[in-house]
């Protein structure tokens, strides 16, 4: 059937610039102390012998954490490749890692036509929720339910927790192949091009943005204030903010700012108005946490819930402006819904589904503990413990930050 | 030029049901107390005589109020009719009623090739702000500046501006032609089958349901929750309510509901988790405002600030499920500005370029006091004086109100 | 359940224009011997008395002749409206007609459950299909499967079929209920405001315009031509070309025209590239017929195959500016299958929720050989052959084609 | 201003697979010859010295070929880059290279404030054209227009007259920077990762593959024909099938395949309607010429003038059906123009965005005979004359197009 194999030593390349000088150096340079370290990974792909056999194996998928778009396409995609090798027991274990152990959630038996038009619609079709139970409590379940693949779909907390699993299965000498596909709406997992959903996320995201600059273009003295997903990075709101070229500040957690005095934002947004006439300000959830009081709570992924910026700044620019007996007309977006509960645009959907396909061929290679994604264009197998050392972040001193600056002409903020 | 003239003494027949008896009078029925009375009015069009030399006439277009779908496609189609005319002197006020006398804002002249495109954008060309002067102050201005036609677009309110303008020019025996085209995106002017970019906004708010539907859906008892706009209707939440089909409870102001309590919205929550697992509430932005405690602010137009239904209705609901113990995960859209500030679609392209055209023919029969509009599928002109009257809203009687209660299912909430 | 009833004496009224002369009368006299004649028809919508019993009924469903947006709307809601009322034996006839008779074709269960969401897609979840059998042995089946009600969405030649069904009913004493609900694209059945789908395939059409202007803009001597559905009327064009206001030249197979000659489009066409640079041609397909060399052919249904005026055009306008020695770079679009292979937009679903509902509300109160439809705003039914007694056209004395006219500007050709 | 300067000894990596055996190379080994050969090239951005006196420079943009999503983002971004340089005159080319030597067509003058919201629409601000005139009277051109600066934007063929022009330039020691920025929606363009207005290309192309699909499903033994753009490539063909998941065949030019016979399409069709009832198929431009009588035409840019496989295609199917006896619901969709006419989305909005800026740095850097763009995720300078050695083309070996027949799950055609 396939003739397209990958050789098991194959390899892509993980890092592609050669710096001159360290001093050159940009968000692309992952390790910042070297100029450039040559580093090997595992091709992804169909490998010439498998390690199971398809028609014995019991393959489990499940999704965590928030909504992404293309969740359904990775789901439907496992569903096909695992069909196309023989497997015939599939199944989706609902709500997350809680559909484990929860009375009254019961698996749900996965084929292709069940599946075969879930990518037209956004969401996850085997529901998704936050945290869940112990490993260990976990790793009974799947030993009860004679699971020998388990698909996770997550982000960093959901990668911790799949390896968690992974390394559990070995301790208790399971045969279980635990593979990871990354799902983070922000982009902020290390060592990937980018992670699915976010190119949807940003065109969303984006129109956002065109009605928050339609509002203030519209209004006497008018500002539109965005607020954009990011947990802890500014991947989105940059890149909204480029791509839409409408944007004349965008304040990510990289980079700190102060609201008030001389080199604030509020009197940049005063210059914006005697200048412009309006302007529109993009602003990532987790930016300026430092400027707000710390509500010190926690979801149930253990995520920290962030005091909202969004509400925070507009409240502090019409304040501003009252002060200063100036005009101005605010309208704040938080469009963080529509911009995630939404079907992956075509860009995405090709992503979702080789990464889909990859991670089926990873589990049947035998692999466990791994996660399915692309790097420097080519797709690869990467240990989930070399991504989540920490979160990806925008660096302040990348050329693609700087573009970003470049467009909105905005100034330091200090 | 013209030859599809409107006689002046064409009338179009306002209301046309003849109800068997009063009990089965439903919505389309204006006026409950009577079975059916005929009624003709102005039809719309160009006309054989005109009232002004085209060559000497100076005619102004203000846009007041919030934001609308299709306020370009009526500013271009009265510049494109005008010029069609033979007008040369077609200037914008810029900023609402605001334009007539604040300094440093300067009227705009327009062209035809000037406003070309600017349909493919939503907003207002010109800007639009609520309030203004005191009507003797614009008079003055429109005096001043020797305008004869001038073309308001607005909502209630601005109508009733318009025809205090019209009436002051009256009195001070200016032959100035005001006319209106009615501007509101909550659909709720008299007379009228519909107002423009009212299609638009159902459009958008079906996506902002959309998205809260999916959200439910993909979470462990999730319940998505969309306010809607409606200063004191309940179009548009009935109407994305129907179109989308995805909506458990739909609240209006023109129907009590209570949340609390036995027969109250959040027990009928309760049991929708029970039995679907999740679902969708949509509320209109005026709707239980009795629930609310009073803030008694209005707006610069002298509208009531509501307090916020929506942010209440998500406390009150997330309280709710945890004092009863049941997990409920709730999630919030407001999608105002992305519902208002976008392009016409094609319905509301056809509604604008004939209600501008009208206006433009109404001026030139020597109208004035009039709005142009649309009432049994023909373009009429209406006295302003008649539309002012109070503001449309939902009759819970009405068949389409009693189609939108079939659709979500949802019981009497007191 | 129901408490909005309509009563069975409720009447709408059918005409509402009340013209001065005859000679002012436009596209909206649908008689154009009278000046105006009053006229009721019966009001749609739930009886207090119904005519069937719920549990008894075998209920069937069939889509004939070609896509149209809303199919799927109509469908869904039937069978909601069905549950409703306590039918429990609800099947789709699949492939049109055609179900009713070929081997292999079975009829299919349906419940709210496998409906729930087909309108989130185009196309007929029943399919479609052209032509059909003779009504007698139609008959024999419904006999033969026990069907009481049949609800049948098609255009003129589907509900000609469906009133020869009724009527052979009635000849052999068998209580079925025929009902139709309007489907064509075209909107060109006689009497009702619009015809569902006809909203959403204008707002794709005008998507199709929009490409052909910009290419013709950004090409030098661009000329974008495109050719639009309407088999027998112009109404998609016309709305189109309204819409979109980027139309240099509509033709409409209601408005004769020529291509060559000093009154032709050609050389008007030369005109617009001359001052403009650029231009943009709308043709309805069954426009300038008369210029075609007749094919003779017929489709299933019996419609006559035309030749391609689309195809034609573009050749004689390369072939004239190569004559002429003017460079004309000419960029042909036919976008039908997009335009009708889509999800209905809001609007359009609104109408496919109403007509649904009051198709079954027409069956079980008795009422067969009708067809529910939306008339002056209001929703009502209508006798069968009053609709089909000939296909509407646009009016060449209407307002809206001369609105149309006024905004392509273009000239009589001829 | 500029604080992320690229240092001129900066590279980045060209080649980044290791293979461990020639065999299980696939489409990303532009060398087939070689396991793998280490290659660094420029990195793009801001040099720290610049090459030019902005205040003296004079640039021109030039726009060729077809239209392509994202020309007007490019054009857009240039201005802006050159004005914050403090370039103060920069002019457009109208109409491709004509614009240099056609009488009538002037130089247009560009500015921020006019290019600004040009990328809300598609096409080219600056209109394009193909062909043009001799090398040598476009440099005497230049030379009298005294441009310092050429930013052309286009194709294969377009870069090797850039690269031309930039060789007569050094020809005649003139200081003319001469910079390209690769446009071709086929992708199709040597050694980057795609270029820019593929991935909107793709998305679009998916709706029209997506209609094809309902229409098929819809209609009885439904065929869909999609024909897709690609003059010698297949990449919107395979990335369009492989995006939307609903493509049964995918035939592209450098994938050979037979119509008739045991192992022909046509056999597989018939099988495709035996079993599942209906299929869609989608072919490239450029795929089976030689199954087509050849017509040895060009058009003005001298590439040849395919006879068309998708009428052909469409023609075949029928007969082929006919003849059989099968009945077979033939439809046929081009969405060329429609695929190509429009905005740029978000992807390729930063894409444009990046390459534009990066144009004007690369000739400030004062380079000239280059062209911008990104390879294994980075910006990069390329020589011209390395990416147009030939187009470039979809590897049948490649991972991706295995992927993509594992999607259509089609068999090898001949």
């Known amino acids: 059937m396939w003739n397209g194999y990958v050789n098991n030593a194959d390899r892509a390349l993980l890092k592609v610039i050669k710096y001159s000088s360290p001093t050159s150096a940009g968000a692309e340079c992952i390790d910042p102390d070297c100029s450039w370290v040559e580093q090997w990974v595992h ?7 498998i390690y199971f056999e398809p028609e014995e194996v019991k393959a489990a998928i499940v999704t965590c954490g928030g909504l992404c778009p293309g969740l359904n396409d990775v789901i439907r995609q496992i569903v096909f490749t695992l069909e196309t090798y023989g497997v015939k027991n599939i199944v989706g274990i609902p709500f997350g890692y809680r559909g484990f152990f929860e009375k009254g959630l019961k698996e749900m038996p996965l084929s292709r036509c ?3 038009n879930i990518n037209l619609n956004g969401g996850s079709f085997l529901g998704v929720s936050r945290g869940g139970a112990k490993t260990s409590e976990i790793v009974d379940s799947i030993q009860a339910r004679r699971i020998d693949m388990l698909f996770v779909l997550g982000g ?5 927790g799949a390896n968690a699993i992974h390394e559990e299965c070995r301790k208790r000498k399971l045969k279980v192949s635990v593979v990871a596909v990354p799902k983070t709406i922000d982009n902020d997992i290390l060592l990937m091009d980018k992670t699915f959903g976010f190119d949807t996320a940003v065109e969303e995201a984006q129109r956002a943005i065109n009605s928050a600059y ?3 273009r519209s209004a006497y003295h008018g500002i539109g204030l965005v607020k954009l997903m990011g947990r802890s990075s500014g991947f989105i709101a940059m890149h909204a903010s480029l791509s839409s070229g409408q944007v ?3 304040l990510i957690p990289e ?3 102060t609201l008030d005095g001389e ?3 509020l009197r940049h947004l005063e210059h914006l108005l005697k200048t412009k006439g309006f302007c529109v300000v993009c602003v990532a959830e987790a930016a300026g946490q430092d400027l707000l009081q710390k509500s010190g709570a926690t979801d149930a992924s253990g995520n920290v819930i962030f005091s909202d910026i969004g509400v925070h700044m507009q409240q502090k620019i019409k304040m501003h402006f009252k002060d200063i007996g100036v005009p101005a007309d605010v309208k704040y977006i938080d469009p963080t819904y529509m911009v995630r509960a939404c079907r992956a645009n075509a860009s995405d959907a090709i992503l979702c589904t080789v ?5 089926v061929h990873g589990a049947f290679a035998g692999f466990s503990g791994i996660t399915s994604c692309i790097c420097n264009t080519h797709y690869v197998y990467l240990p989930i413990t070399e991504v989540i050392k920490a979160p990806k972040r925008v660096n302040p001193n990348s050329r693609m930050w700087h573009r970003c600056l470049t467009s909105t002409g905005q100034p330091d903020f200090h």
Do not use: M, S, Y
């Not at 091709?43 to 012998?49: D, I, V």
């Not at 960093?156 to 911790?160: D, E």
């Not at 990464?355 to 991670?359: H, I, P």
């Open 43 to 49: 091709r992804a792909g169909p490998r010439k012998e």
């Open 114 to 116: 069940l599946v075969e």
């Open 156 to 160: 960093n907390g959901t990668h911790a």
């Open 214 to 216: 339609i509002e203030a």
């Open 248 to 250: 004349n500040v965008c």
């Open 255 to 257: 980079v700190p700012f």
């Open 263 to 265: 080199f604030g934002v």
């Open 355 to 359: 990464l889909g396909q990859n991670a």
